[in-house]
T-cell receptor
Framework: ETGVTQSPTHLIKTRGQQVTLRCSSQSGHNTVSWYQQALGQGPQFIFQYYREEENGRGNFPPRFSGLQFPNYSSELNVNALELDDSALYLC??????????FGPGTRLTVT | AQSVTQLGSHVSVSEGALVLLRCNYSSSVPPYLFWYVQYPNQGLQLLLKYTTGATLVKGINGFEAEFKKSETSFHLTKPSAHMSDAAEYFCAVSGGTSYGKLTFGQGTILTVHP
């Protein structure tokens, strides 16, 4: 059974640019959630996708957007990058409300 | 709204000693509670969860936690620390219309001394 995978592992972008992060969910999972973890903090919920529809959103501006594909993989897009967007971005997949399985994350640095 | 408070950003124990990591939550609906562990430069791994039923839950690697509704607590314990337990631990809550949204605490870094 393949776990949650994320790409790329690391990314360096310049302020104002746009970035796309990718996540492949665990086999059999139909729900993907994205979290932002700033240095020294706990992860914060960005949004969740269930069967290709957004199913809940945290306190993040609209320049954070996402997609879920028919195979349940997902993308997180961030436009107009700001320095404060530098963080570890975690994707988690699930099939039920009880457990979310996290990927290794993408480390984004905005300079 | 839900929230989690982890008491102690750093906990240090000797190998073989008891591990106690504290977590208090706030939730207006019956909570689902979770403990996750994060090793350096890695994602989060689920240690254990409480949903309903038995309030003492056992997880992986010898960890357990007890849900105490009256104290709004979900402390994580392990009788005997091992060097490999050194990591950062996060308590999280979900529930109500936000079952899919995990709200995390700030994390507790556990250091294990030989």
């Amino acid at each position: 059974e393949t776990g949650v995978t994320q790409s790329p592992t690391h990314l360096i972008k310049t302020r104002g640019q746009q970035v796309t992060l990718r996540c492949s969910s665990q086999s059999g999972h139909n729900t993907v959630s994205w979290y932002q973890q700033a240095l020294g903090q706990g992860p914060q919920f960005i949004f969740q996708y269930y069967r290709e529809e957004e199913n809940g959103r945290g306190n993040f501006p609209p320049r954070f957007s996402g997609l879920q594909f028919p195979n349940y993989s997902s993308e997180l897009n961030v436009n107009a990058l700001e320095l404060d967007d530098s963080a570890l971005y975690l994707c988690a997949s699930s099939f039920s409300r009880y457990e979310q399985y996290f990927g290794p994350g993408t480390r984004l640095t905005v300079t | 709204a839900q929230s989690v408070t982890q008491l102690g950003s750093h906990v240090s124990v000797s190998e073989g000693a008891l591990v106690l990591l504290r977590c208090n939550y706030s939730s207006s609906v019956p909570p689902y509670l979770f403990w996750y562990v994060q090793y350096p430069n890695q994602g989060l791994q689920l240690l254990l969860k409480y949903t309903t039923g038995a309030t003492l839950v056992k997880g992986i690697n010898g960890f357990e936690a007890e849900f105490k509704k009256s104290e709004t607590s979900f402390h994580l314990t392990k009788p005997s620390a091992h060097m490999s337990d050194a990591a950062e631990y996060f308590c999280a809550v979900s529930g109500g219309t936000s079952y899919g949204k995990l709200t995390f605490g700030q994390g507790t870094i556990l250091t294990v001394h030989p």
